[in-house]
């Protein structure tokens, strides 16, 4: 199955979520003439080392989206208060009704309805009920996965990769954190593209399916 032609949704509950669990296949999908959305519900303010200016993040998903090919215009960031989604679950559904009417996507990308990171939940809860109508696709999070089923993988070629870890080094606020390092990265994509016979690839949950 080749995706072509379709307009993709990719929800980030925080900046670099979509990144690590598609940013390969949102490569792929730009290569193949996909026109690719992506919306950051927070920057993560409160989550920035004191050393660093406040609004980094939002400095450095600009450069991480554009090396993936999305153009500047698709790239909507919102502000919405790192741990505290649950809270603002109603207006954050307001917000995918208008962002769906909008865009119009065929697919949308979002975490897994298993993920355990509250903010990451609401947005795969949100997200069910906003695009009931579209093809879902959970991204894989190892760190926040309890458990995961693996009923989707998009075969990548390696220059998809390094394109997905250039991404993920503009993100030079979140180096400390273990899963942020390049050497997670390209072992993982090594590993799914093992289980489904080829060099590289990025594993999903299939929600919602429409053809």
């Given at each position: 199955?080749?995706?072509?032609?379709?307009?993709?949704?990719?929800?980030?509950?925080?900046?670099?979520?979509?990144?690590?669990?598609?940013?390969?296949?949102?490569?792929?999908?730009?290569?193949?003439?996909?026109?690719?959305?992506?919306?950051?519900?927070?920057?993560?303010?409160?989550?920035?080392?004191?050393?660093?200016p406040k609004d980094i993040l939002s400095k450095?998903?600009?450069?991480?989206?554009?090396?993936?090919?999305?153009?500047?215009?698709?790239?909507?960031?919102?502000?919405?208060?790192?741990?505290?989604?649950?809270?603002?679950?109603?207006?954050?559904?307001?917000?995918?009704?208008?962002?769906?009417?909008?865009?119009?996507?065929?697919?949308?990308?979002?975490?897994?309805?298993?993920?355990?990171?509250?903010?990451?939940?609401?947005?795969?809860?949100?997200?069910?009920?906003?695009?009931?109508?579209?093809?879902?696709?959970?991204?894989?999070?190892?760190?926040?996965?309890?458990?995961?089923?693996?009923?989707?993988?998009?075969?990548?070629?390696?220059?998809?990769?390094?394109?997905?870890?250039?991404?993920?080094?503009?993100?030079?606020?979140?180096?400390?954190?273990?899963?942020?390092?390049?050497?997670?990265?390209?072992?993982?994509?090594?590993?799914?593209?093992?289980?489904?016979?080829?060099?590289?690839?990025?594993?999903?949950?299939?929600?919602?399916?429409?053809?």
């Open positions: 199955m080749k995706i072509k032609n379709s307009r993709i949704l990719v929800l980030a509950p925080h900046t670099d979520d979509g990144e690590f669990g598609c940013g390969g296949t949102i490569a792929k999908l730009i290569e193949d003439q996909n026109e690719v959305y992506y919306v950051a519900f927070s920057t993560c303010e409160k989550s920035v080392p004191s050393h660093l450095e998903v600009k450069l991480a989206t554009s090396i993936l090919g999305i153009p500047a215009r698709n790239l909507k960031i919102l502000n919405y208060e790192v741990r505290e989604f649950i809270r603002d679950r109603q207006k954050i559904l307001e917000d995918l009704i208008e962002i769906r009417k909008s865009i119009k996507p065929d697919i949308v990308f979002m975490p897994s309805l298993n993920d355990v990171h509250q903010d990451h939940k609401t947005i795969a809860e949100e997200g069910l009920r906003a695009f009931k109508f579209q093809s879902i696709f959970s991204y894989e999070l190892p760190w926040n996965n309890l458990k995961f089923q693996n009923t989707l993988f998009i075969k990548l070629e390696e220059r998809h990769i390094k394109i997905k870890v250039e991404a993920l080094n503009c993100y030079e606020s979140q180096q400390f954190r273990t899963y942020g390092q390049e050497a997670y990265s390209i072992p993982q994509a090594k590993f799914r593209g093992l289980q489904s016979g080829c060099e590289n690839a990025e594993v999903f949950e299939v929600i919602r399916l429409f053809f």
